[in-house]
C-alpha cells in the first residue's frame, strides 16, 4: 500500500532540541504512574512498549520512571539522569563564556548545510566550518565530467530555486573547491543525519575522498537518533551542548569499507539505470546502516507503479484530500509534511515549493491555486485538491501521462507520457513500466 495512504505519525514532530529537564521528567513520571493506576488505556500501552516486564510490571514511581526514561531513549533513569546532568554542565560552562574545546583549530568540519556552525561556535569548536550543501536529492545528478555536470546543477537551481546563474555557480565552484582542497595533513570531520538530502552528499564526498592518493585523516559523525529527542529530523535543531555530546560519543574514523561504499553508491545514483540502486537497498549497507533506508526513500520519488507519483508528490496531495475541500496554503501543506507525514525528512522550504510548483505545472491541473493569494509570499499562497488530483491519488489516472515537465531522481530522467522507471509499492522495488 503506498504511503501517500497510510495514516499520519501518531506523534507529531516537534523538532525538540534535546535539553531535557530533570524535574520535568519527575513529573511525567508521577503522572503517568497515576494515570496506570487510574487504567488510563494509553498509559498502559506506554507502560507495556516500554517496561521489560510489560504488564506484570509492579506500579511503582521507579518502574514508572524507567519508562519515561526507555521513551526519550535511555536504557534506565540513572543513565538518563547522567546525560541530563552532563549536558546542564556543559551548558553552564558555555553560558559563562568558558566552554570547554573539543577539536583544534586544524580541524575542519564537513556539513550539507549552515544549519550547526553557530551552535559548534558556541558549543566552542574551534575547527573551520566548510559547508558543503548541493542537493542532489533533487534535480539532475548525471555521470558527466566536473564541469559539465555543475552546469547541470547550476541550471537547475536556477530554475527550481529562483537563484542567478553567476550566484549559482560561483557558489557550487567554491564548495567543491573547499572540498577539493582538503588532503594529506589535513583533520576533516564529517557532520551528517540519515536523510537522502545528506546520505546523498555523505556518498558523493566518500567517492570523492576514495580516489585521492592522498587522504586527509576523515571522521564522521551519523546519526539517525539521539537519546533524548524524541522524533530526530536533524543536527541543525540540536542545542550546541547536545552537538559537544555527540562529539563526544558518536565520533568515529572512517573506515576504508564506509569509502568503498561511498563510491559504489554513488555510481548507481548517477545511473540513468536505478535497478543498481536498488539492489544496494535491499541487499543493505552495514558498513553505513543509515544509507539504505535514505537510499529507498530516493528511490521513492520514482513515479508510482499505482499513480504516477513521486512520494513527495503523493504525500502533498494526500494532505490536500485530508483537507476536504478546503484551501490550504502551501506554508501549511509544507509543515504537515515535515511534522506528520513524511517519515524521513529531508526537503527545505524553497525544495518543497520547486516540487509544488512542478505539481502546478500539470497539463490537467491536480491542484488548483487561489488566484487571490497568487501574490503573496509563496508560504502564503493556498490550494485545493482537483478532480483529477483526486483520480490520480485513486489510481484512477496516471500523473505521467498529465506531467507537465520532466523530472530527475538522481541519473534517472523521467520524462511525461514516456516509458519510465517506476518504484513499485507492492513489490518494493524498481520496474521498469
Not at 9 to 37: H, I, M, S, T, W
Not at 38 to 63: C, I, M, S, T
Request: charged content about 25%.
Amino acid at each position: 500500500m503506498s504511503k501517500a495512504n497510510e495514516p499520519a505519525l501518531a506523534v507529531p514532530r516537534d523538532y525538540f532540541g534535546g535539553r531535557l529537564n530533570l524535574e520535568q521528567q519527575k513529573k511525567r513520571a508521577k503522572e503517568l504512574l497515576k494515570a496506570v493506576r487510574d487504567g488510563d488505556a494509553d498509559a498502559v500501552v506506554r507502560w507495556e512498549a516500554h517496561h521489560p516486564k510489560g504488564a506484570a510490571a509492579g506500579q511503582l514511581l521507579a518502574d514508572a520512571q524507567l519508562v519515561i526514561a526507555r521513551e526519550n531513549g535511555f536504557p534506565s533513569w540513572p543513565r538518563m539522569k547522567t546525560h541530563i546532568d552532563t549536558l546542564r554542565i556543559a551548558r553552564q560552562r558555555m553560558e559563562a563564556g568558558r566552554p570547554l574545546v573539543p577539536d583544534s583549530a586544524d580541524m575542519v568540519h564537513v556539513r550539507c548545510g549552515e544549519d550547526i556552525r553557530h551552535s559548534l561556535k558556541v558549543a566552542g569548536f574551534a575547527g573551520a566550518f566548510v559547508e558543503f550543501s548541493d542537493p542532489y536529492c533533487q534535480g539532475p545528478v548525471p555521470r558527466l565530467d566536473r564541469a559539465a555536470f555543475l552546469d547541470k546543477r547550476s541550471e537547475f537551481i536556477v530554475s527550481g530555486y529562483d537563484r542567478s546563474l553567476k550566484d549559482a555557480r560561483d557558489r557550487l565552484e567554491a564548495e567543491y573547491g573547499a572540498v577539493d582542497a582538503l588532503g594529506e595533513g589535513d583533520r576533516v570531520v564529517l557532520w551528517f543525519e540519515h536523510d537522502s538530502y545528506d546520505q546523498l552528499i555523505l556518498a558523493r564526498l566518500l567517492a570523492h575522498f576514495s580516489r585521492l592518493d592522498e587522504r586527509p585523516d576523515l571522521q564522521m559523525i551519523c546519526v539517525g537518533k539521539v537519546p533524548g529527542v524524541q522524533g530526530f529530523v536533524g543536527l541543525g535543531q540540536l542545542h550546541p551542548e547536545v552537538l559537544l555530546w555527540l562529539w563526544e560519543n558518536e565520533l568515529k574514523p572512517v573506515t576504508e569499507g564506509q569509502l568503498a561504499l561511498g563510491a559504489e553508491v554513488w555510481n548507481a545514483v548517477t545511473d540513468p539505470d536505478p535497478t543498481e540502486l536498488d539492489r544496494i537497498v535491499r541487499d543493505g549497507t552495514p558498513a553505513l546502516p543509515l544509507m539504505a533506508p535514505a537510499l529507498r526513500r530516493h528511490l521513492r520519488e520514482l513515479p508510482s507503479a499505482r499513480t504516477g507519483l513521486g512520494l513527495t508528490q503523493a504525500l502533498s496531495l494526500s494532505i490536500l484530500a485530508r483537507a476536504d475541500g478546503q484551501k490550504l496554503t502551501a506554508g501549511r501543506i509544507f509543515q504537515a509534511l515535515m511534522t506528520r507525514h513524511e517519515l524521513l525528512p529531508f526537503l527545505g522550504d524553497l525544495m518543497f515549493w520547486h516540487a509544488l510548483k512542478d505539481l502546478s505545472a500539470s497539463t490537467e491541473p491536480v491542484i488548483a491555486a487561489d488566484p487571490e493569494t497568487a501574490d503573496l509570499p509563496w508560504p502564503k499562497r493556498a490550494y485545493a485538491l482537483t478532480e483529477a488530483g483526486r483520480r490520480v491519488l485513486a489510481g484512477e489516472l496516471d500523473y505521467l501521462s498529465i506531467a507537465g515537465a520532466p523530472r530527475w531522481i538522481g541519473g534517472v530522467e523521467v520524462r511525461p507520457r514516456e516509458p519510465a522507471w517506476r518504484w513499485d509499492e507492492e513489490g518494493g522495488a524498481v520496474r521498469r513500466a
